[in-house]
């Protein structure tokens, strides 16, 4: 069964350094989001992406964050400089259609840990 | 802000037990989801719908839009149901992001 693959499963990284978090969506998905879920919390929106550019974003997406799809099959997010704050667990979701009814499929997540 | 709610927050329950989750929403919704996340973390989803109920298995998800209100129950609970059950929404208007409520931690004991 086709699934959202995530890498790395785990990333420590120092503050202020820059992290690319991977994802490779379903082969025939064409929408793309982030969400994440800082330790404790709910899951919270960060980003949907269709076409090659953003479809949504939240307030949480400021200009640290940017995200891509370098080719046709890797979606990534980008935090340019880390904060503490940003230690949390990362989900990348893709889904086939952006309609009434949007099943999203979401990958096992990436942990970030900024010391 | 269009906010989820869900309670309770943690259920326990003795194997075999018939389980339901409640999930409110603030405004009017295009779709309503039900998902589940692993101990490992890993979201997987249950059931989308936007009126009416479905069922899957031991699964069963309804939804009262006048109330808005869902619930998720589960018949025969089994220790392996163990996990968060969560509750998201699209709102609509042109927005598919999901907006997702806090989670109930299920704990079922054999």
């Known amino acids: 069964e086709p699934e959202v693959t995530q890498t790395p499963s785990h990333q420590v990284t120092q503050m202020g350094q820059e992290v690319i978090l991977r994802c490779v969506p379903i082969s025939n998905h064409l929408y793309f989001y982030w969400y994440r879920q800082i330790l404790g919390q709910k899951v919270e929106f960060l980003v949907s992406f269709y076409n090659n550019e953003i479809s949504e974003k939240s307030e949480i997406f400021d200009d640290q964050f940017s995200v891509e799809r370098p080719d046709g099959s890797n979606f990534t997010l980008k935090i340019r400089s880390t904060k503490l704050e940003d230690s949390a667990m990362y989900f990348c979701?893709?889904?086939?259609?952006?309609?009434?009814?949007?099943?999203?499929?979401f990958g096992p997540g990436t942990r970030l840990t900024v010391l | 802000k269009n906010e989820v709610e869900q309670s309770p927050q943690n259920l326990t329950a003795q194997e075999g037990e018939f389980i339901t989750i409640n999930c409110s929403y603030s405004?009017?919704?295009?779709?309503l989801h039900w998902l589940q996340q692993h101990p490992g973390g890993g979201i997987v989803s249950l059931f989308m719908?936007?009126?009416?109920?479905k069922k899957h298995g031991r699964l069963i998800a309804t939804i009262n839009i006048q109330e808005k209100h869902s619930s998720l129950h589960i018949t025969a609970s089994h220790p392996r149901d163990s996990a968060v059950y969560i509750c998201a929404v699209t709102w609509g208007a042109g927005s598919y992001q999901l907006t997702f409520g806090k989670g109930t931690k299920l704990s079922v004991i054999p």
């Open positions: 719908l936007s009126s009416g109920k």
């Open positions: 979701a893709s889904s086939d259609r952006e309609t009434l009814y949007n099943e999203q499929f």
């Open positions: 405004v009017g919704i295009s779709a």
